[in-house]
T-cell receptor
Framework: KAGVTQTPRYLIKTRGQQVTLSCSPI?????VSWYQQTPGQGLQFLFE???????NKGNFPGRFSGRQFSNSRSEMNVSTLELGDSALYLC????????????FGPGTRLLVL | QQQVKQSPQSLIVQKGGISIINCAYE??????FPWYQQFPGKGPALLIA?????SEKKEGRFTISFNKSAKQFSLHIMDSQPGDSATYFC??????????FGKGTKLSVKP
């Protein structure tokens, strides 16, 4: 079974631009969570989607948004990029909500100049 | 109440030694405590997880010890190998909630 895939793997943007990242969960998995990973703050939860609905949201500004499609694929969008948004963005999928094992993708490394 | 504190930040261990990483949490509602291993350029991978109804769980060379009253849990890696060199994250969460991660421990195992 293929793992979690994320595209693109690397991205360079400039301040003020917006960006869309994509995540394809493991086949059959219905829950997708997004995390931001930085050296200073570690792994921080952005949001979780299940059955096309946002179920949980972390403490990030409204510039960060996401959605989930009927096939469980998910996208996250960051508008009006800031230098501090440079990070590794990780997507994790699990079969259901709750304490199911989360499987992480390789991440998208975003650099904002 | 949502923090998970992890220590040490970095750890150097000789091959064959025991690596110990500690975590402390605040929220008594947390009921799931996983450990993740991350290699450079890869996403975190689940190593081992424990629920608060047991005090210890062992899988191969990896053991989680859990102290509910102290709100602490730790990862022990026995017979540490150079291939174990990675960053380790503890996490805590509750049913239907998201995981809160520690800041990570960079482990280097010297041959």
């Amino acid at each position: 079974k293929a793992g979690v895939t994320q595209t693109p793997r690397y991205l360079i943007k400039t301040r003020g631009q917006q960006v869309t990242l994509s995540c394809s969960p493991i086949s059959g998995h219905r829950s997708v969570s997004w995390y931001q990973q930085t050296p200073g703050q570690g792994l921080q939860f952005l949001f979780e989607y299940f059955s096309e609905t946002q179920r949980n949201k972390g403490n990030f500004p409204g510039r960060f948004s996401g959605r989930q499609f009927s096939n469980s694929r998910s996208e996250m969008n960051v508008s009006t990029l800031e230098l501090g948004d440079s990070a590794l963005y990780l997507c994790a999928s699990s079969l259901e909500r709750g304490r199911e094992t989360q499987y992480f993708g390789p991440g998208t490394r975003l650099l904002v100049l | 109440q949502q923090q998970v504190k992890q220590s040490p930040q970095s750890l150097i261990v000789q091959k064959g030694g025991i690596s110990i990483i500690n975590c402390a949490y605040e929220n008594t509602a947390f009921d799931y405590f996983p450990w993740y291993q991350q290699f450079p350029g890869k996403g975190p991978a689940l190593l081992i997880a424990i629920r608060p109804d047991v005090s210890e769980k062992k899988e191969g060379r990896f053991t989680i010890s859990f102290n509910k009253s102290a709100k602490q849990f730790s990862l022990h890696i026995m017979d540490s190998q150079p291939g174990d060199s990675a960053t380790y994250f503890c996490a805590a969460g509750k049913s239907q909630g998201n995981l809160i991660f520690g800041k990570g421990t960079k482990l280097s195992v010297k041959p």
